[in-house]
């Protein structure tokens, strides 16, 4: 991925363009962790972009950004600039083309995501964002104030990397989230939820929860439950305690989830037939927020008799042959009675078994 990046950057640089690979891939390089997202800051236009990469470039362009694709990995590349009247503090309406890196590099979030690195490796920090980096503090770049107040997704974001980086967050920032909280409210849920994802789904959680508390933003955030959550990890089980479901915009499955989780946490992760009727992963996310062993439970899932109705050893056609009835609803229940009997052990998954237990169960239910 570097030496890819590399190579376009001095594509660039060789048309006459000053350009660097710039934010998290830099700041991940030097802490010694993988990262995907390439960002590459230049002096070049997004239309001189264009001719330099021609068909290879898709535009992006509201501001000042152009995706190219390069040796079949995307680019993100911005042109340097200058940006103004935030709409809904959250983004400019306003962008100036300049040819300053460190005028660039100013208008940025935090002092971590404006190192550089050139075409030839080497680290330009103009803003001593290696020193925060060093003390693992995530700060903002000049006044924290206005950086919040202009974009308050910014709010998220440095709990999202104090969360991910086990970093923590400078006292003036701390004191100018509390002041511009209130501004949460222009944000999107959709949006808020991409950040929370990513605070949630990361081995610090509870830092990030913790930090949330710490600056109050529960109530901004419509966190009402934070205080029961407990730690989990997986992304899932925070926000099925936190019963956020009718407020932020989850996919169906996720709903799903969410209330497969609850349900087994009325009953036990490791009952049969919540084993049976949920399915492992669900089972094993409710054992983890009430303190069962995972092993346990994927050892209780591994013995279970069977694990779906086409297990039990007995057909539809039999069912019905055997107690000379027509299909309808009653076979939904006596499936129901036979599975139950199977998994608490009290009918064996044999064919004459099965058999018998259709014919009590038939009486008792007709």
Not at 236 to 247: A, F, H, P
Request: hydrophobic share 35%.
């Amino acid at each position: 991925m570097l030496d890819t990046a590399i190579k376009l950057i001095t594509k660039i640089e060789e048309n006459g363009f000053e350009t660097y690979l710039i934010g998290g891939f830099v700041r991940d390089y030097l802490l010694g962790r993988k990262s995907s997202d390439v960002d590459i800051a230049t002096s070049a236009t997004p239309k001189e972009i264009r001719e330099i990469f021609q068909g290879a470039c898709l535009p992006g362009e509201d501001y000042g950004s152009v995706t190219v694709l390069y040796k079949n990995i995307r680019f993100e590349i911005t042109t340097f600039r200058q940006e103004s009247d935030y709409i809904d503090h959250r983004r400019p309406n306003k962008i100036t083309y300049i040819k300053s890196l460190e005028e660039d590099l100013k208008r940025r979030d935090f002092t971590i995501n404006t190192i550089c690195m050139n075409k030839d490796k080497e680290i330009i920090d103009l803003l001593n964002g290696r020193c925060d980096l060093e003390n693992k503090l995530v700060k903002s770049v000049l006044n924290p104030q206005e950086k919040f107040s202009s974009d308050v997704l910014r709010i998220l974001r440095a709990i999202r990397f104090c969360t991910t980086l086990g970093f923590s967050l400078g006292e003036e920032e701390k004191e100018a989230i509390i002041q511009s909280k209130y501004l949460l409210k222009n944000l999107s849920y959709q949006r808020k939820k991409e950040e929370l994802d990513k605070i949630f789904s990361s081995p610090n959680v509870m830092m990030g929860l913790s930090l949330i508390k710490e600056l109050k933003l529960e109530k901004e955030l419509e966190l009402k439950n934070l205080n029961k959550v407990k730690p989990c990890s997986q992304m899932i089980g925070i926000w099925t305690k936190l019963e956020v479901d009718d407020i932020y915009p989850f996919s169906k499955n996720e709903k799903d989830m969410m209330r497969s989780i609850r349900e087994i946490l009325k009953k036990s992760p490791l009952d049969a037939y919540c084993l049976y009727q949920y399915g492992l992963y669900p089972c094993v996310v409710a054992g983890e927020l009430c303190g069962i062993d995972k092993k346990e439970i994927n050892e209780a899932y591994s013995n279970l008799p069977i694990s779906k109705q086409q297990d039990l050893d007995i057909t539809t056609d039999e069912i019905l042959e055997i107690l000379n009835i027509p299909k309808g609803s009653i076979l939904k229940k006596i499936y129901q009675g036979l599975t139950a009997g199977v998994l608490k052990g009290e009918i064996e998954n044999t064919k004459d078994d099965l058999k018998k237990a259709c014919v009590s169960l038939y009486h008792v239910l007709d």
